[in-house]
């Protein structure tokens, strides 16, 4: 696992509190993220993940607390300085009807660019970069309402690679992506992060991803930090349990050697020794 | 103030229409000359025929109360079925062409024709708003999916640009059509022959028949278009039967009182303010709601300028607008 | 080919036609200029008689309708962009309603007309546009709100204007439907030049505002990721959009039309989801072909420009709806 290249922007979150209309989703919660790492937040539905993705890519206001980014609060810097370090990718993107993919990810541009140095050489090698790594080059001038599910959301991470920044939050990417190009989707962002040297904060649904693909992994319930840590310490049948509110059994997943969580359902439990 | 239970609901609904029939009595009893209430009411009960405040009652302020009962309730109703079917808080009986189709006809009528007198026009709105009508919807329906809420817009904004045009083109180019339409295009219920309301009654019944019984299809068209179908509501048929009563509803009260717009689009946001989303409900509440704003209105107009009046399309949008707005601004009406 | 290429073609051969459009629109009319003579009439060489007739009737209402259409245009795409809503324009926060209201006020009770008419108008716009955001603020202006607040403000101007299309005489009731249809009749260097000094501001800002009209396309969560400072932007669009509105409506009445189909033609003809320059063009062209057919059409009668923009532009629409089967399944 060598790494190539360093990743160089801190992101920590400080006794933050967040709220919607009133209704606290989180309290006082700190959490910092290992830079240079992949790291997977997971927890049950409404347990504030999402919420907190937001607070740290400052999309959301805290009530109370603060978001640290390279040990500067975030809300004190400008926005578009921000958005040349770290960059988000939210949970359902909106597309205006009939953009193209190439469109779309050369929007991804947007902070490198100034009123007086718009197009440049760089920009457009970026471009065409991120489409290559994510395989849309041949989808560049379609139109992308017409692409699969897959597809669509494979042109909007070429978007957020775009960007080209050294932070990457991406709220549940896989989502409506079927097995192959999830799986796609992960091993191109630990590409990311071993050869390019980015950390990436991914909110993930699927805990046994999460925990092949996180190196660091944090588990949340209730708007709080249950656990933080490298999956096979964080990942125990207690945890999932108290979590999750499902017992399982943990075994080692054969193919990757990292943990591999069993649930235990009302049926298809017969275990037999 | 969303009442929850069916026999709550009931009571202030029936509260409401005590509310209008005192607007109904305020409306017969006020107007642009003082007539002491003892007299209106012998007017009523006992008629004579030499007394002159008399037939003031009778042939002018009791004809135009039941036009403005019609027309109200028919705009309301309407307008509750237009924005139940179309899914769009934004929807109003306009929208199918309707007042559009009025005009064009109306002003054909008058400048290829010669018609004079609301008797005459009466028949020619009517027609054009049922023509025009049936044109927005035939060619929302061109297509896959039928008419959809966004494609009867489309069609609806192309028609009535284009029928708007056609008919400036003939207003322009002939003056003494401009100068008999002008008044028309306000909207009024004064001077209405009581034959010709009750020729009109039966559109107005069945209209109105027809829209209260769309209740629960509305409800399951809420959900959206699969999900009503799964629960065994024949979409097509549904719309086309709304679209039927709209025609029916906003013709009769067209072409009998000229086109009124505001009612339409907003009552329905106030019943459903009042009762929440169930048609059930907003349909009747819209029923007794519009012909309270509307012959409210109407009173006002006689009173504020006497001697003469000011036409009920202009004092229901004054008064209505300010109330609507108010109640915009508190959250329940931003929502479907 | 690229949508880069695709803009650029567009655009070039929108300016040609604009153009062209712009010559016959000089050498048509009771005097003919032969189109050889136009350019040289408008540098004012050549025939005294044609120098006249172009240099201070012709040429002015050209201009007239390219500004007015160029600005609709540009203010159509800018507010369905912002709404998402292919069926948005800037009648829906009141302008033409207010502006409309203004000047048949003007007409009827104070009997101006010319650059007093203009001014009202252009007061009567604005006033209405910042009345209708003021009432839908509530922490901020959601869309519903607006929209909603400019349909209840809309309806009651528009009941105040037909009280005083009652009131008024008739042949001043013909002038106010004359200036409510949109018209360019009669416009000359001093009906132009105040637009034409607006448009020298307000083009460049929305050039300007441009890349962030397209990150807002993304949505406000993605935009601010991307380092935009979404209420701010939208607020600078919303102002240049009504500005632009509210200027042509003062200048030509409301012949909102062309704002409302403008931009969908554009986004139609380069394939993207924003064509900004292309739908300034197309509303030029779209005036300047109006007008000429409004011109002449009846022979001794100019019709308004409004009328002929209302029946040109209703079969583009059905035109619109016959072929896209995903607009409908967005119903």
């Known amino acids: 696992m060598t790494r190539t290249a360093q990743a160089h922007h801190t992101l920590a979150a400080e006794g933050l509190t967040l709220a919607y209309d009133k209704v606290e989703v989180t309290r006082d919660l700190s959490l910092e993220i290992p830079t240079g790492q992949v790291t997977c937040i997971v927890g049950a539905n409404a347990c504030g993940k999402s919420t907190l993705l937001r607070a740290l890519a400052r999309l959301l206001r805290p009530a109370s607390g603060t978001v640290l980014l390279d040990g500067q609060r975030i809300q004190s810097l400008p926005t578009k300085e921000v958005a040349t370090r770290l960059g988000i990718l939210p949970q359902t993107p909106v597309a205006p009807e009939g953009i193209t993919v190439a469109d779309l990810v050369s929007r991804g541009r947007h902070p490198h660019q100034t009123w007086l140095r718009q197009w440049s050489d760089r920009d457009r090698s970026v471009v065409a970069e991120a489409m290559r790594v994510t395989g849309t080059l041949e989808l560049a001038e379609r139109p992308v309402d017409e692409l699969s599910g897959g597809q669509r959301q494979r042109a909007w991470i070429a978007m957020a690679l775009a960007q080209d920044t050294d932070l990457m939050l991406l709220d549940e990417p896989t989502t409506y992506l079927d097995l192959a190009h999830q799986i796609d989707v992960l091993d191109l962002l630990v590409d990311l992060n071993r050869r390019h040297g980015r950390t990436v904060v991914l909110v993930l649904h699927d805990l046994n991803q999460a925990a092949r693909y996180s190196d660091h992994l944090v588990a949340m319930k209730a708007g709080a930090v249950v656990a933080a840590g490298p999956p096979a310490e964080v990942i125990t049948e207690e945890l999932v349990a108290e979590v999750f509110g499902l017992s399982c059994r943990v075994v080692v997943d054969e193919v990757s050697g990292t943990p591999l969580v069993l649930p235990i359902g009302r049926h298809h439990a017969a275990v037999p020794s | ?336 | 080919m690229t949508t880069v290429v695709r803009t650029a073609s567009v655009t070039g051969v929108l300016a040609v036609t604009g153009f062209a459009a712009f010559c016959v629109s000089i050498s048509v009319g009771e005097l003919r200029v032969p189109l050889t003579d136009v350019v040289p009439a408008i540098f004012g060489a050549g025939d005294p008689a044609a120098r006249f007739v172009v240099g201070e009737l012709r040429l002015p209402r050209a201009l007239a309708a390219v500004l007015v259409g160029a600005a609709f245009g540009l203010s159509g795409a800018v507010f369905q962009s912002l709404a998402r809503n292919p069926l948005a324009s800037p009648d829906i926060i009141g302008i033409s309603s207010g502006a409309s209201a203004a000047a048949v006020f003007g007409i009827v009770v104070l009997g101006w007309s010319g650059n007093g008419l203009v001014l009202l108008s252009l007061l009567g716009a604005l006033v209405t546009a910042a009345l209708v955001y003021a009432l839908a603020w509530k922490q901020g202006a959601s869309s519903y709100r607006l929209v909603l607040v400019g349909v209840g403000v809309a309806a009651a101007l528009a009941a105040v204007t037909s009280y005083l299309l009652t009131k008024a005489q008739i042949y001043d009731v013909q002038e106010a439907v004359v200036w409510l249809t949109g018209s360019l009749n009669g416009r000359l260097w001093s009906d132009v030049r105040p637009l034409g000094l607006a448009m020298l501001v307000l083009v460049p800002m929305v050039l300007l505002l441009t890349p962030s009209l397209r990150l807002l396309q993304l949505g406000d969560e993605t935009a601010t990721g991307l380092g935009l400072h979404v209420e701010r932007a939208r607020l600078l669009l919303v102002l240049v959009a009504v500005a632009l509105a509210a200027g042509a409506t003062a200048a030509a009445g409301p012949v909102a039309f062309v704002a409302f189909v403008s931009a969908p033609i554009a986004r139609r003809l380069v394939g993207s989801p924003l064509a900004i320059v292309p739908a300034a063009l197309v509303g030029a062209v779209l005036m300047l072909v109006a007008d000429l057919v409004a011109r002449e059409l009846l022979g001794t009668v100019e019709l308004p420009v409004g009328i002929v923009t209302g029946i040109v532009g209703a079969p583009y629409l059905l035109w619109l709806l016959a072929r896209s089967n995903r607009i409908g399944s967005g119903g």
């Open chain 2, 1 to 336: 103030m969303a009442v929850q239970t069916h026999r709550w609901r009931l009571a202030w609904l029936l509260v409401a229409v005590g509310v209008l029939v005192l607007v109904v009595l305020a409306s017969v009893a006020v107007g642009t000359r003082s007539i002491p209430v003892g007299t209106v009411l012998d007017a009523l009960v006992h008629p004579s025929a030499t007394e002159d405040a008399h037939a003031v009652v009778r042939s002018l302020r009791v004809p135009r109360t039941v036009v403005g009962l019609l027309a109200g309730a028919a705009l309301g109703l309407a307008g509750a079925v237009m924005q139940g079917v179309t899914r769009n808080p934004l929807a109003d009986p306009g929208l199918l062409g309707v007042s559009a189709g009025a005009s064009f006809a109306l002003v054909l009528g008058i400048s290829v024709l010669g018609l004079t007198g609301p008797v005459a026009y009466v028949w020619f709105a009517f027609a054009g708003a049922a023509v025009a009508s049936v044109l927005v919807y035939g060619l929302g329906a061109i297509g896959s999916g039928g008419a959809t809420p966004v494609k009867l817009a489309l069609a609806g904004a192309a028609i009535t640009a284009f029928l708007l045009s056609m008919t400036t083109a003939m207003l322009l180019l002939d003056q003494r059509t401009l100068d008999e339409y002008r008044f028309w295009s306000v909207g009024s219920v004064a001077g209405r022959d009581p034959d010709l309301i009750a020729q009109l009654g039966p559109f107005f019944a069945v209209g109105a028949l027809l829209a209260l019984a769309a209740g629960p299809v509305l409800n399951s068209l809420a959900l959206g278009d699969d999900v009503a179908r799964s629960l065994g509501r024949r979409i097509g048929l549904a719309r086309v039967t709304a679209a039927v009563s709209v025609v029916l509803l906003v013709g009769a009260a067209t072409a009998l009182a000229g086109p009124i717009g505001f009612v339409g689009l907003t009552i329905p946001h106030v019943a459903r303010a009042i009762t929440g989303p169930d048609y059930r409900w907003v349909l009747p509440w819209s029923m007794v709601l519009a012909p309270m704003l509307l012959l409210g209105s109407d009173v006002i107009g006689r009173v504020v300028a006497r001697p003469g009046e000011l036409q009920v399309g202009i004092v229901t949008a004054v008064i209505g607008a300010p109330i609507f707005v108010m109640l915009v601004r508190q959250r329940r009406l931003a929502e479907l």
